[in-house]
């Protein structure tokens, strides 16, 4: 598949058959892994909850919606390093700071998203959930902003495409 009908082609799933397995979801990191980052530094880290019980156990920090939109689907909670990415010896390079590694953490789950697709994946991102809960799950350190859930599997049906609002809507040209 071409780059052109990749991006076309990729939809949020809100239904599941098949969950993406272990192996599938290190693919699909591998790949992702190769998107650039302020400095090289790579912020984004990602915990994978593969298995049956652990997507049970999780499900609790997720609303309703989102459960039952992930149900079926292994699901990859995505976090960044705080205060490196937008940051030399501590303090911030310019007024960005961390939005720098929200911006890093974009880029990545961008790779993730497609190389997801390009598998035969399909994901859902979702950013409404319980931080806290999702931290104390998976014991992820204070140091880490968490941004997003993406469920990833084997979709039940078709999405439908939503539009996209025109260039001139979105961009200056100059």
């Keep these: ?12 799933v809100r239904g599941y058959k098949a969950a993406a397995s272990k192996d599938d979801v290190a693919a699909v ?10 400095k090289n530094l790579q912020p984004a880290r990602t915990y994978a909850v593969v298995s049956e ?3 049970a156990k999780f499900a609790r920090a997720l609303p309703s919606f989102n459960r039952q ?3 079926g689907a292994a699901l990859l909670v995505t976090t960044f390093v705080k205060e490196q990415s937008g ?4 303090e911030p390079d310019n007024d960005g700071g961390d939005l720098w590694g929200a911006y890093d953490l974009g880029l990545r789950d961008a790779y993730l998203v497609l190389a997801a697709s390009d598998m035969g994946f399909d994901t859902l991102i979702m950013g409404i959930r319980d931080a806290d809960e999702i931290r104390n799950i998976l014991n992820i350190p204070e140091n880490e902003q968490i941004m997003s859930v993406i469920a990833l599997g084997k ?12 260039l001139d809507e979105t ?3 100059f």
């Design 87 to 90: 940051f030399s010896a501590g």
């Design 29 to 38: 990191l591998t790949m992702a892994a190769q998107a650039p980052s302020w």
């Design 155 to 166: 979709r039940t049906a078709e999405p439908i495409a939503r539009p996209r609002k025109p």
């Design 1 to 12: 598949m071409d780059f052109k009908e990749l991006i076309e082609i990729r939809r949020s």
């Design 69 to 71: 939109s992930s149900a």
């Design 171 to 173: 961009v200056k040209f």
């Design 53 to 55: 019980e652990g997507v």
